[in-house]
Nanobody, 124 residues
Framework: QLQLVESGGGLVQPGGSLRLSCAASGGTLDYLAVAWFRQAPGKEREGVSCISMSYGTTYYADSVKDRFTISRDNAKRTVYLQMTSLKPEDAAVYYC?????????????????WGQGTQVTVSS
């Protein structure tokens, strides 16, 4: 059973940076799509970014494009989300998720495995 563990969240000031990690165990990420979602209190879970582990193709929500960068290390079975120029509206619990297909990457239903989440707080 594939298990995902997120890390790297925390408190950061507006304009700051954080790097989130999603480490997988119990299986390989090869040939899969790994995505980052976030959910703020009272809001729906939304797709932030996704990467194809096979081809490295990346996808981003418009709200984070040019600020966030997703990357992968297949050997370490880890996916990263580098977040820069953070804004208060980026504050949320960030989840990583794994699914078979990245073509509908921002749909929650595409993903079969989810981590427990890591809190990102953006505040001065």
């Amino acid at each position: 059973q594939l298990q995902l563990v997120e890390s790297g969240g925390g408190l950061v000031q507006p304009g700051g940076s954080l790097r989130l990690s999603c480490a997988a165990s119990g299986g390989t990420l090869d040939y899969l799509a790994v995505a980052w979602f976030r959910q703020a209190p009272g809001k729906e879970r939304e797709g932030v970014s996704c990467i194809s582990m096979s081809y490295g193709t990346t996808y981003y929500a418009d709200s984070v494009k040019d600020r966030f960068t997703i990357s992968r290390d297949n050997a370490k079975r880890t996916v990263y989300l580098q977040m820069t120029s953070l804004k208060p509206e980026d504050a949320a619990v960030y989840y990583c998720a794994v699914g078979l297909d990245s073509s509908s990457w921002s749909a929650v239903s595409v993903y079969d495995y989810w981590g427990q989440g890591t809190q990102v707080t953006v505040s001065s």
